[in-house]
């Protein structure tokens, strides 16, 4: 979809960083909106932004102080991985314990 906007000048230098395409940080403000409200998921703000990488969208979301929305059931994948990642090391050296318990 393309959507055209009309901005003042004046008001336009105000909200667009000098140097910023205009065009570009409209759309990355609308898909920051669309995630910040759980309206856009990390995936669909990657693929709206023609990012390669979830890092790249992380590193978008931090640069606006957007928290990742991030559901018990992915901290817990999350913890497991780290955990079995860990045990994985731990048969080339010491025997450590687990990072976290089970939520």
Do not use: C, W
């Not at 205009?22 to 998921?41: D, F, K, M, S, V």
């Not at 048969?91 to 939520?103: E, Q, S």
């Amino acid at each position: 979809m393309e959507i055209t906007l009309t901005i003042p000048e004046e008001l336009a230098a105000q909200i667009i960083p000098a140097g910023k395409d205009p065009a570009r940080e409209a759309l990355e403000l609308l898909a920051i909106e669309g995630y910040r409200n759980q309206n856009l998921t990390e995936s669909q703000v990657r693929r709206m932004l023609g990012f390669e990488t979830r890092m790249q969208v992380h590193a978008l979301l931090k640069e606006h102080d957007v928290y990742l929305n991030f559901a018990p059931d992915h901290a817990q994948q999350e913890l497991d991985a780290a955990n079995q990642m860990r045990a994985d090391v731990g048969h080339r050296g010491a025997n450590r314990p687990n990072i976290a318990k089970k939520v």
